[in-house]
């Protein structure tokens, strides 16, 4: 699987918008992109994920770029709640492929 | 949505005890379960592949004889520490997919939390 890059933190302020960047240089052609965010003390909480059309759901909206070397991932409205580490995992479908979870992005929602 | 039930959220043993953590898919089946640890400040790190009917797959470095995977059904896979020790305490996760789906993502559980005294 690709190997990605976020930056290690990230502040946002409450209500304004949370734009998360991640590399992924490497990634192939049948591999996708997804995003997880892990609250403190929780398992990984599925986000949103695409291949190369940008998606959009109710939590979050993704942006992968033309060449599909690097996403981000938007929260529109950011609040406190969103506090949390986000991944960002390039791995190929298939129910029987893990996720290799990097450092992720510390994002601290501010009031 | 797809939910992963994880138990016990937490555990406090004594040295020396087997600890069995359930990772249960709600309103799916999944062939394939994963189980990963996270030690504080971390992120997961992928312990072993679960696989219905078969033997579990597992990463380097990660003992098989101590930590014992069973999948014996398609909505259920356990973990048991075997003989746990204090280097053990952790948290640990599992995950899974539907087994029938094509580009489907993971879900995961709340993880279980074990601390050996």
């Known amino acids: 699987d690709a190997k990605t890059t976020q930056p290690t933190s990230m502040d946002c302020a409450e209500g304004r918008a949370a734009n998360l960047p991640c590399n992924h240089s490497t990634i192939s ?29 109710e939590m979050a909206s993704l942006i992968i770029t033309e ?45 | ?46 312990m072993a592949t679960s696989n219905e009917g078969s033997k579990a797959t597992y990463e380097q470095g990660v003992e098989k004889d101590k930590f014992l995977i069973n999948h014996a059904s398609l909505t259920l896979s356990t973990l048991t520490v075997t003989s746990a020790h204090p280097e053990d305490s952790s948290f640990y996760i599992c995950s899974a997919r539907e087994a029938t789906a094509g580009n489907r993502p993971q879900h995961f559980g709340d993880g279980t939390r074990l601390s050996i005294l």
């Open chain 1, 67 to 111: 060449d599909r070397k690097s996403s981000t991932l938007i929260l529109p409205h950011a609040t406190l709640r969103d506090t949390a580490v986000y991944y960002c995992i390039v791995t190929k479908d298939g129910a029987g492929n893990m996720l290799t979870f990097g450092g992720g992005t510390r994002l601290m929602v501010k009031p």
């Open chain 1, 29 to 57: 052609g049948n591999e996708y992109v997804y995003w997880y965010r892990q609250i403190h003390s929780q398992g990984p909480q599925y986000i949103i994920h695409g291949l190369k059309n940008n998606e959009t759901n």
């Open chain 2, 1 to 46: 949505g797809a939910v992963v039930s994880q138990h016990p959220s937490w555990v406090i043993c004594k040295s020396g005890t087997s600890v069995k953590i359930e990772c249960r898919s709600l309103d799916f089946q999944a062939t394939t379960m994963f189980w990963y640890r996270q030690f504080p400040k971390q992120s997961l790190m992928l």
